[in-house]
């Protein structure tokens, strides 16, 4: 069972994320989440629902929500084509440098998906382009 880690853009198993929230409580990665599905709890609380429909359900609800979010920040009518670009790579690169922070840490997470790294070197117009 996995959902989607925010800041990571990426689906991760429930289990790892419980146990890197153990590892290190504290860290901004797991602040809060004001979804509705997690109502202001840390995402680790999905790893502990005992019933694996209700488990189901809550991480597939938390995903859907974070996925709307970012897509709705990525067609925001106030970017324009080339900063829609610049944000996805914005994004991406912050999510690389989360999972380096984490393999830093000593954290049990996996490598970063090269999906994440293909995103991030993909061709972005620049900011002077027209």
């Given at each position: 069972?996995?959902?989607?880690?925010?800041?990571c853009?990426?689906?991760?198993?429930?289990?790892?994320?419980?146990?890197?929230?153990?590892?290190?409580?504290?860290?901004?990665?797991?602040?809060?989440?004001?979804?509705?599905?997690?109502?202001?709890?840390?995402?680790?609380?999905?790893?502990?629902?005992?019933?694996?429909?209700?488990?189901?359900?809550a991480?597939?609800?938390?995903?859907?929500?974070?996925?709307?979010?970012?897509?709705?920040?990525?067609?925001?009518?106030?970017?324009?084509?080339?900063?829609?670009?610049?944000?996805?790579?914005?994004?991406?690169?912050?999510?690389?440098?989360?999972?380096?922070?984490?393999?830093?840490?000593g954290?049990?997470?996996?490598?970063?998906?090269?999906?994440?790294?293909?995103?991030?070197?993909?061709?972005?117009?620049?900011?002077?382009?027209?």
């Open positions: 069972m996995a959902t989607v880690v925010r800041d853009l990426s689906f991760v198993a429930v289990d790892k994320i419980a146990r890197a929230v153990q590892a290190d409580p504290e860290n901004s990665l797991w602040m809060a989440c004001t979804c509705q599905a997690c109502a202001g709890r840390q995402l680790e609380w999905i790893h502990y629902l005992r019933d694996r429909d209700e488990q189901q359900a991480a597939f609800g938390h995903a859907l929500e974070i996925l709307f979010d970012l897509r709705d920040h990525l067609v925001s009518p106030a970017l324009n084509p080339k900063d829609r670009q610049l944000s996805w790579r914005e994004h991406c690169g912050a999510a690389l440098a989360r999972y380096d922070e984490l393999h830093d840490a954290q049990e997470w996996p490598t970063a998906p090269n999906f994440l790294r293909q995103w991030f070197n993909l061709p972005v117009p620049s900011r002077t382009a027209s």
